[in-house]
């Protein structure tokens, strides 16, 4: 493990980065650290997680140093019941990286609840995590692949494989996505930032305005996306009626919203 060599270009609420070669997830390890009671804003950089995680309990893989695999610990001071727009903003400030870094060339969206995706497929993944006072996020962000796998063509997008005309390096990435989410979490911890954030993120969002269908625990529909909540829920209208979503897997209908 090393200390990331450049600590002195982010902002003050990471005050650390941390960097492994090889490590099984990077939110297992911030998550127990969060028991030892670590500082706030701590960042965990790997160039190879060999038990990456995404949402329900799917894997998340990557060649070593070709994505930026990244978990983030935050003791937000927002109330609970929006902790997620702390991972909305996330993703809104990693959208906004991957089209500065690539001169606009590639511009992603967002797919609710936690992707960003290019018409290639998926180019990010985000995952939050809570224990107690504390909220983990991490991303898995592709970057620089020399291929696509057979097994994830069609699914995963990578930068340097969906036409950008310039390939940022990791370094770079992180320090400008962690630099753009300071500043959407300054907003969002001001009287209006919520509702800045919402707009924000429907304006980028690949979701709202496709015809999707809704995976639960207990049933599947399908439904036009509408809108996003103040607190960050998708709200669905559907033959019966508007239904505001929390938590799901979330389809894109082919032939709807292009990505």
């Not at 609840?113 to 497929?121: H, I, T």
């Not at 919402?198 to 969002?205: L, Y």
């Given at each position: 493990?090393?200390?990331?060599?450049?600590?002195?270009?982010?902002?003050?609420?990471?005050?650390?980065?941390?960097?492994?070669?090889?490590?099984?997830?990077?939110?297992?390890?911030?998550?127990?650290?969060?028991?030892?009671?670590?500082?706030?804003?701590?960042?965990v950089l790997a160039?190879?997680?060999?038990?990456?995680?995404?949402?329900?309990?799917?894997?998340?893989?990557?060649?070593?140093?070709?994505?930026?695999?990244?978990?983030?610990?935050?003791?937000?001071?927002?109330?609970?019941?929006?902790?997620?727009?702390?991972?909305?903003?996330?993703?809104?400030?990693?959208?906004?990286?991957?089209?500065?870094?690539?001169?606009?060339?590639?511009?992603?969206?967002?797919?609710?609840?936690?992707?960003?995706?290019?018409?290639?497929?998926?180019?990010?993944?985000?995952?939050?995590?809570?224990?107690?006072?504390?909220?983990?996020?991490?991303?898995?962000?592709?970057?620089?692949?020399?291929?696509?796998?057979?097994?994830?063509?069609?699914?995963?997008a990578v930068i340097?494989?969906?036409?950008?005309?310039?390939?940022?390096?990791?370094?770079?990435?992180?320090?400008?996505?962690?630099?753009?989410?300071?500043?959407?979490?300054?907003?969002?911890?001001?009287?209006?930032?919520?509702?800045?954030?919402?707009?924000?993120?429907?304006?980028?969002?690949?979701?709202?305005?496709?015809?999707?269908?809704?995976?639960?625990?207990?049933?599947?529909?399908?439904?036009?996306?509408?809108g996003i909540t103040?607190?960050?829920?998708?709200?669905?209208?559907?033959?019966?009626?508007?239904?505001?979503?929390?938590?799901?897997?979330?389809?894109?209908?082919?032939?709807?919203?292009?990505?």
């Open positions: 493990m090393t200390d990331f060599a450049y600590n002195s270009a982010l902002p003050t609420r990471f005050p650390k980065v941390e960097q492994f070669a090889t490590i099984d997830s990077t939110n297992r390890y911030l998550l127990d650290a969060a028991r030892d009671g670590v500082a706030n804003g701590l960042v160039d190879e997680q060999t038990a990456g995680r995404g949402r329900l309990g799917r894997t998340w893989t990557a060649p070593p140093g070709g994505s930026l695999l990244v978990s983030v610990l935050l003791r937000p001071s927002i109330p609970v019941d929006s902790w997620y727009l702390v991972t909305l903003a996330a993703g809104i400030a990693a959208a906004e990286t991957v089209a500065e870094l690539t001169d606009a060339s590639l511009v992603p969206k967002l797919k609710w609840p936690n992707d960003l995706v290019v018409p290639e497929g998926k180019l990010a993944g985000l995952l939050a995590e809570r224990r107690g006072d504390v909220l983990v996020v991490g991303m898995g962000l592709n970057i620089d692949w020399p291929a696509v796998p057979d097994e994830l063509r069609d699914i995963a340097s494989l969906s036409g950008a005309t310039r390939v940022p390096s990791r370094d770079e990435v992180l320090i400008a996505w962690l630099r753009r989410w300071n500043g959407w979490l300054t907003i969002l911890e001001s009287p209006a930032g919520a509702e800045r954030v919402r707009i924000a993120s429907e304006a980028m969002s690949a979701t709202v305005g496709s015809t999707v269908r809704i995976q639960l625990a207990e049933e599947t529909f399908e439904g036009l996306a509408v103040a607190n960050g829920h998708l709200i669905v209208a559907t033959a019966e009626g508007r239904r505001e979503i929390s938590a799901g897997d979330v389809t894109h209908l082919r032939g709807v919203s292009g990505v």
